[in-house]
Nanobody, 127 residues
Framework: QVQLVESGGGLVQAGGSLRLSCAAS????????MGWFRRAPEKEREFVAG????????YYADAVKGRFTISRDNAKNTVYLQMNSLKPEDTAVYYC????????????????????WGQGTQVTVSS
């Protein structure tokens, strides 16, 4: 079973940047798309960004488009989320997750299509 471990969260001022990393165990990382999701206090979990297994296609939520960039390094079994121009409304626990199906040629924003999930990393943006 693949295990996912996020890192890179923290406290940052509005306008600042953070880079989240998600390290995956196992040998099949390069066959699966990956997604980043977030859950703010008292809100539903929401899709942030996703990337296909080969990195050819990325997809972003409107709220982060132009500010966040998802990328992956299959040699390192790691997916990244570069977050720039952070806003207080970006404050949330950020989770990475693996697409449950290999070789999918598009990015889905549906959380139900992702398994497993990491434990999450807290991002707090102060105003």
């Amino acid at each position: 079973q693949v295990q996912l471990v996020e890192s890179g969260g923290g406290l940052v001022q509005a306008g600042g940047s953070l880079r989240l990393s998600c390290a995956a165990s196992g040998r099949t990382f390069g066959s699966y798309g990956m997604g980043w999701f977030r859950r703010a206090p008292e809100k539903e979990r929401e899709f942030v960004a996703g990337i296909t297994w080969n990195g050819d296609i990325t997809y972003y939520a409107d709220a982060v488009k132009g500010r966040f960039t998802i990328s992956r390094d299959n040699a390192k079994n790691t997916v990244y989320l570069q977050m720039n121009s952070l806003k207080p409304e970006d404050t949330a626990v950020y989770y990475c997750a693996k697409d449950e199906r290999s070789w999918r040629d598009y990015v889905s924003p549906r959380p139900s299509l992702y398994d497993p999930w990491g434990q999450g990393t807290q991002v707090t943006v102060s105003s």
